[in-house]
């Protein structure tokens, strides 16, 4: 009778943690709509923008390589109480506004039930199907931390040497090949300001007749952007790697992808393959959305997504 009972409480500490991992389908009763409701905010959107792919992209990927996928980067700095949003790299991240409508929609619905980290991990993903991106499911059951600070943030560099970069990946439990993966999938609907690539106009090994594009393109006021991959700017696919080995990678990080040995092969695979690069990709995103996450009775459900509960 003792061993049964033993093993009883045994099996009640050990449920609840089996219960509180991430999984699909984790709002299928609590908030059946979850899911198609924020579809439908991206998607509304994504047909007066498209380039809030890059936006959710950048989003997802500077919240969940901080502190892990909890929201942490949305909360709104306040007088003297300074949050992520508010450092360097994340100064010129957007899309909040998208969050916020798919929350207060969802919260109309459910009330506080869908997490924001969640919401960011589904818009994202949606995002990058209406990129021509691939289709792919997440798992949800995230919540939400509670702190935000600028301390935490140490984000790679768009210089960082690709042994640095892969060191940064590691950290975060991913390997090699989700590095060029992210980093060029990312980027293939990406970005960037003239200031960020001044190292690559300057090296003489970059496609000459892009150099020369570029360095017009800079020479206009008010630091200028352009598009990261030069032949599909919009479009979430294997483009960017095909340009990489031409030497027509804008970023530092990009072209050193496809001269370092150990992600040259890499790059190789992916401009070949198309279809390998989609699957990759959404294996990937679904790693990541794993990073740090919260669970169970762990952190929050944000009411707001810009500020904690408690009004901290």
Known sequence: MRSITALFFLFCFLVPSALAQLRFGFYGRSCP?????VANVVANRFRRD?????????????DCFVRGCDASLLIDPRPGRPSEKSTGPNASVR??????????QLEAACPRTVSCADIVTLATRDSVALAGGPRFSVPTGRRDGFRSSPNDVNLPGPTIPVSASIQAFAAKGMNTNDMVTLIGGGHSVGSIHCSLFQDRLNDPAMDRTLNARLRNTCRSPNDPSVFLDQRTPFIVDNAIYGEIRRQRGVMRIDQNMGLDRSTRGIVSSFAQ???????????????????????????EIRRNCRVFNNGR
Do not use: C
């Not at 709509?33 to 409701?37: D, L, P, Q």
């Open 33 to 37: 709509r979850a899911e198609s409701i």
């Open 50 to 62: 498209r380039s809030i792919t890059a936006a959710l992209l950048r989003m997802q990927f500077h």
């Open 95 to 104: 899309g909040y506004e998208i969050i916020d409508e798919a929350k207060r």
């Open 273 to 299: 393959s198309n279809a390998l690069f989609r699957k990759r990709f959404a294996e990937a995103m679904v790693k990541m959305g794993r990073i740090g996450v919260l669970t169970g009775r762990s952190g």
